[in-house]
């Protein structure tokens, strides 16, 4: 059975960025929610020993059940995982990718903001590993990268929730200054991480 991991740092400690109480409900509330659908969906099933990953790599045969809530603790565990009051150092290793795939930071951000803005409804923007490149791109739902009905596959190394209960508390409509807040609390060591598993 899968539990709900927890959060790597207090609820208050991505603030002004993001409010304590958002990161409470968010955590506490609807990422728990997806993990007790999602046990409930695979409980006496044969899918009960599978990983998160296998999950979502099938998630298109599996049923709306388990793609909508093991996507959904498979990418609330990762973004809490890609957040940090620290922020972190990156590895030249990722700096050189990202300069190779975007041109500079800046460029980064941009496509990434513009895939978080542009994004219709709920749903998460990503920067994932593909084919060894970098690439910026988003889903709709709780769906991801590592899923067989995605867009565009790949490993997903950072991703932003774009639901409004990621948000409203504090920004309401404005999801262009979440999406802005955002850089400010990123975790480039953990994305260094998860980007040097990921080649
Ligand atoms: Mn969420």
């Not at 990422?31 to 099938?58: F, M, P």
């Not at 973004?79 to 972190?88: A, D, I, L, Q, Y």
């Not at 774009?162 to 409203?168: F, G, K, L, R, T």
Request: charged share 15%; aromatic share 10%.
């Amino acid at each position: 059975m899968f539990k709900l991991p927890n959060l790597p740092y207090d609820h208050s400690a991505l603030e002004p960025h993001i409010d304590a109480k958002t990161m409470e409900i968010h955590h506490g509330k609807h990422h728990n929610g997806y993990v007790s659908k999602l046990n409930a969906a695979i409980e006496g099933t044969n899918l009960a020993n599978k990983s998160i990953e296998e999950l979502c790599a099938d998630a298109g045969k599996h049923g709306a059940a388990v793609r909508n809530n093991g996507g959904g603790h498979f990418n609330h565990s990762l973004f809490w995982e890609v957040m940090s009051p620290e922020g972190g150092a990156m590895s030249p290793e990722l700096n050189a990718a990202i300069a190779s795939a975007f041109g500079s930071m800046e460029e980064l951000k941009t496509q990434f903001s513009a895939a978080a803005g542009t994004r219709f409804g709920s749903g998460w923007a990503w920067l994932v590993v593909h084919d060894g490149n970098l690439v910026v791109c988003s889903t709709p739902n709780q769906d991801n990268p590592l899923m067989d009905v995605a867009d565009v596959k790949g490993t997903p190394i950072l991703g932003l929730d774009v639901w409004e209960h990621a948000y409203y508390l504090n920004y309401q409509n404005r999801r262009p200054d979440y999406v802005s807040a955002f850089w400010n609390v990123i975790n480039w060591t953990k994305v260094s991480e998860l980007f040097a598993a990921a080649v």
